[in-house]
């Protein structure tokens, strides 16, 4: 089926540096998401783009957080600048209308030391 | 708080036997319910999904039942087989909110031979 493609898989950074997540979703789809999930708790939902802009954001949606896909390439989280607490597995997600399937990636796991 | 629950974290079923996964939420205008299916290190895959104007819906060995008076949905899996073992995700969200899905914590159901 198809296939959301998410690189790296496993990142390493030290506090305060500047992180970018990278999402190839599905060819055709027009929504894109970012989730996170800290060990052990839940996905929760971070952020919905599409047609170029942030539709809605939740409250871990930090101020160091941005989202953009220039040119219909990648899809891409970047935060800047990191923190402990950005430690978490982050999935990105693209569907084709909005509320019908989502197809995720697995996950960028990223570590903040 | 969290708005989708699976009180359950694990289940073990006997292969053959009927598996079920429940899940109950908190947000009145939920109408989309869906159960997602996920593997270690991979990513979570829609298994089915139910819109709020039917209570019951089938898809082979799945059958998703949907109590919209008690905010509760669940999975049934009949003749469960070991390749059924994994984390199963419940989700549900607003139609017209663009797919913010809220996500339960999961629940990891073993089906042994």
């Known amino acids: 089926g198809p296939k959301v493609l998410q690189i790296p898989s496993h990142q390493i950074i030290d506090m305060g540096q500047m992180v970018t997540l990278n999402c190839d979703p599905v060819s055709n789809h027009l929504y894109f998401y970012w989730y996170k999930q800290i060990l052990g708790q839940q996905m929760e939902f971070l952020v919905n783009?599409?047609?170029?802009?942030?539709?809605?954001k939740s409250k871990l949606f930090k101020d160091q957080f941005s989202v953009e896909r220039p040119d219909g390439s990648y899809f891409t989280l970047k935060i800047q600048p990191t923190a402990l607490e950005d430690s978490a597995v982050y999935f990105c997600?693209?569907?084709?209308?909005?509320?019908?399937?989502?197809?995720f990636g697995a996950g960028t796991r990223l570590s903040v030391l | 708080g969290q708005q989708v629950k699976q009180s359950s974290p694990s289940l073990t079923v006997q292969e053959g036997g009927i598996s079920i996964l429940n899940c109950d939420y908190e947000?009145?205008?939920?109408?989309?319910f869906a159960w997602y299916k996920k593997y270690p290190d991979n990513s979570p895959t829609l298994l089915i999904s139910?819109?709020?104007?039917?209570d019951k819906r089938e898809d082979g060995r799945l059958t998703v039942f949907l109590n919209k008076s008690g905010k509760h949905f669940s999975l049934h899996i009949t003749a469960s087989q070991p390749e059924d073992t994994a984390v199963y995700l419940c989700a549900a969200g607003a139609l017209g909110t663009g797919s913010k899905l809220s996500f339960g914590k999961g629940a990891k159901l073993t089906v042994s031979p």
């Open positions: 997600a693209s569907s084709m209308t909005g509320l019908d399937t989502l197809y």
């Open positions: 783009f599409y047609n170029g802009k942030v539709m809605e």
């Open positions: 947000n009145d205008m939920f109408d989309y």
């Open positions: 139910v819109r709020s104007n039917v």
